[in-house]
């Protein structure tokens, strides 16, 4: 039996009906090499028949959908012509429109870049988070044959390889195909979900014959039933026998301790380390990592999770506001460097105006639109209204615009 | 406020206060109701828009004789006007920004025009409609070559602004992108040229490219039959051009639509704001096509009252304010388009003379 037998790609379906879309090459070169109006006609009629020849965004047809957990869910996906392999660990933003409005959420890969190249698929894999929208959404209205829009994968938790002279770097030039070759003794830590990411490194790691260094993996869940890939785990670690992993239940254990984390892990010195959960958690990772002899540069680490901050209350019918007093922060503007105060009461626009920038307006009132800048971290609350803007939208009216709390603005 | 050309309909502060207030509550409305659907109409419109550029496009390629050859300009005039009311200037205007779509937002998005995208949400989106109809600030009040108040002082050449009207109305499109030079206050020395410079050099870009575009690119692909693609596009930018001239004519230069002061704004409650919206603004009447066809500026009202709401939400907010404007005893400025247009050309005709001759002859 292969490695390869129960990957992604045989999950579900003979893998043999997936051949990368013909004649990709040769339209890349048309569209490229085509004005901005041809480029238009091309992508709709390319949406008119066969959407995953558009070149504007990158589509991918969903062709399958694998119950993982009861709140977990593998989205195999067929992208577009215009995607390009990915490297293990790194992530793609899913783009969803709900109610008309897009929204876009960091999911990992969570498959080895070699069912790409060989089967034409990628996957995500999501999992319900509570009031979360994207990932209920995902849940709740997508079946197989729909398209979702992703973009070019990204992040830089990626496997670093290492040198002829031992040392750990991440060498461009080393194919990603013979990353087993020059991967180091690594431990993989996950928690919950962080797991999908890990899942694509072990991935392109079990896809060699037989790997030359231990690999280990550390998987702290809830309950055993919030394990996610389990028998593709003991399957891998049933063919490699250099490969092993230890599922920690907090539920039955409680919390990892540090105590745990060195049995078993005994040689912490020689590993490159790569961590992903949320960030108290990775926290306490690298910190014991480190007292164990874990070099502080060979731990990588991804952060799953973001805490919500503010003094934010939920009204009845769902909109939020917010209390004067909780509003206070600091405003960055990051195309300038400048930062300054707010108490809440001043508009954006105001504070860039008091940071002494000189950013574009007109009306001032709400109206016009001209002030609309980009919102990268951070809320604001619409001055005309009382209510909070939702995080989605990134584009604001600094005019009408108060922060609350701390804000980051890539505008200006 | 101070409505000089219709007293009887003076509001009190309180009244305005409450009129204001009834006219954001209708704004909330549609704000929270913002969906899908919204979106559907937006790319409903974008799609049949491409379809007939390029069904008009092709037709001009490859016509047989000058039934489809005008087939095609006709369809290519479609898409433009398309392009320009109900897309471009709607979504320039913000009226999708909240679907977060980089495609329908209104910083990025350019449209099939000389005027650049930059210039014109500076002088549409924030001088015209933050100042409607106040002369000397709302430079789109007739567009610094016509006259239609006797506030404006009397000029002889006013005799003949027919001819300037035709030719502002054949060249729109260059009218709207020079619009941000200023060319009066260039002549009389109130701005320097140094200033426009930065201006200048934005719209030959764009000018160029929109020139390159129609009557050369298209042109060329078209080899020997150069000639007839080239005409063919002149014509169809030449009926957008009538085309938006007129409808944008009819918005706020007929007979009844009121001019302000400047001193009459200072200060303007929300309230008074939206009062001298709905003075200075007039709609006309038509069906579903011709709304979509004049982007939804057959409701110019409404329009002006919520410049960044989706425009194809006008109908159902006009019933609504309409009833408000009863209950005001405000006058909602409305009728056939053609009778519209009417009293447009009516007005051009009334002020080419000075107000002396007009009382003298009657």
């Given amino acids: 039996m292969s490695p390869l037998s129960s990957s992604l790609s045989s999950r579900f379906f003979d893998a043999t009906m997936l051949q990368p879309l013909a004649s990709n090459r040769l339209l890349s070169a048309i569209f490229r090499s085509s004005n901005e109006s041809f480029r238009r006609y091309f992508d709709f009629i390319a949406n008119e028949f066969e959407p995953l020849l558009a070149k504007k965004r990158i589509a991918a047809e969903i062709l399958g959908i694998i119950d993982e957990t009861s709140d977990v869910r593998t989205f195999v996906l067929r992208p577009s012509v215009n995607w390009t392999a990915h490297l293990p660990g790194q992530y793609v933003s899913v783009e969803v429109d709900i109610k008309g409005v897009r929204h876009h959420r960091h999911y990992s890969l969570s498959c080895s870049p070699s069912e790409f190249k060989e089967h034409g698929i990628i996957s995500i894999t999501v999992k319900r988070v509570s009031g979360g929208r994207v990932s209920n959404y995902l849940h709740d209205h997508f079946t197989v044959g729909q398209l979702l829009h992703i973009s070019p994968p990204a992040g830089d938790f990626v496997m670093d390889l290492l040198a002829s002279d031992g040392a750990a770097s991440r060498d461009e030039s080393v194919p990603v195909m013979d990353v087993e070759c020059a991967v180091g003794s690594s431990l993989f830590i996950a928690a919950g979900s962080g797991i999908t990411p890990i899942m694509s490194m072990i991935e392109s790691l079990a896809a060699a014959s037989a790997l030359a260094k231990p690999l280990t993996l550390i998987y702290v869940v809830r309950s055993s039933a919030d394990v996610i890939f389990a028998e593709r785990l003991t399957e891998i670690a049933a063919l490699q026998s250099n490969f092993s992993f230890v599922i920690h239940e907090t539920s039955l254990r409680g919390r990892l301790t540090k105590e745990q984390l060195a049995q078993h892990c005994t040689d912490m010195e020689t590993r490159q380390i790569y961590v992903c959960g949320p960030y108290a958690f990775m926290e306490f990772i690298s910190q014991s990592a480190e007292q164990m002899g874990a070099e502080p540069s060979h731990i990588k680490r991804e952060l799953f999770g973001l805490p919500r901050t503010g003094a934010v209350e939920v009204a009845k019918d769902g909109s939020e506001t917010v209390e004067q007093s909780a509003t206070s922060g600091q405003v960055s503007f990051s195309a300038s460097g400048q930062v300054v105060q707010s108490s809440g009461s001043k508009s954006l626009l105001e504070l860039a105006e008091d940071a002494g920038l000189n950013p574009k307006y007109g009306c001032r009132a709400g109206i016009c639109h001209e002030c609309k800048c980009q919102k990268t971290s951070g809320r604001v609350m619409n001055m005309m209204t009382g209510k909070i803007i939702p995080d989605e939208q990134d584009q604001i009216q600094a005019c009408i615009s108060a922060p609350i709390g701390d804000l980051t603005v890539s505008t200006w | ?362």
């Fill in chain 2, 1 to 362: 406020m101070d409505m000089k050309t219709s007293p009887k309909h003076l509001l009190m502060v309180d009244e305005l206060d409450a009129f204001g207030a009834e006219l954001d509550e209708i704004r909330a409305e549609v704000l929270a109701d913002l969906g899908e659907r919204d979106v559907q109409h937006i790319r409903h419109m974008m799609h049949t828009q491409t379809l007939s550029e390029m069904a008009g496009r092709g037709l001009i390629h490859f016509s047989l004789g000058p039934v489809s050859w005008a087939a095609g300009v006709g369809l290519l005039s479609v898409s433009k006007i398309l392009e320009n009311m109900e897309i471009g200037h709607n979504i320039m205007h913000g009226q999708y920004d909240w679907t977060n779509d980089p495609e329908l937002q209104s910083q990025n998005y350019d449209w099939d025009n000389v005027c650049t995208a930059d210039s014109w949400r500076k002088t549409h989106n924030y001088e015209h409609h933050t100042y409607t109809n106040i002369l000397g600030k709302d430079r789109d009040y007739g567009y610094a070559v016509l006259r239609l108040t006797d506030d404006t002082p009397w000029r002889p050449w006013h005799l003949v602004q027919f001819i300037q009207y035709g030719m502002l109305s054949g060249l729109f499109e260059w009218g709207v992108g020079l619009h941000e030079l200023e060319f009066d206050k260039l002549k009389s020395g109130e701005v320097p040229l140094k200033e426009k410079i930065p201006f200048l050099k934005e719209f030959a870009k764009k000018a160029s490219t929109q020139l390159t575009k129609d009557y050369v690119v298209f042109p060329m692909l078209a080899g020997p039959f150069a000639p007839k693609v080239f005409v063919g596009n002149a014509a169809a930018n030449l009926s957008r051009n009538l085309w938006a001239s007129t409808i944008i004519f009819c918005g706020h230069f007929t007979e009844d639509a009121q001019t302000f002061r400047e001193d009459e704004c200072e200060n303007e409650t929300r309230g008074q704001w939206y009062y001298r919206q709905l003075l200075g603004s007039s709609n006309f009447s038509g069906g579903k096509w011709l709304h979509i066809m004049s982007g939804h500026l057959s409701y110019q009202i409404e329009h002006h009252l919520f410049p960044d709401l989706p425009s194809h939400r006008y109908p159902e907010i006009s019933t609504k304010v309409q009833a408000i404007c009863e209950r005001y005893d405000i006058p909602y400025n409305t009728g056939p388009f053609g009778k519209q247009f009417k009293t447009v050309l009516k007005r051009v005709a009334k002020f080419s003379l000075p107000a002396i001759v007009r009382r003298g002859a009657a």
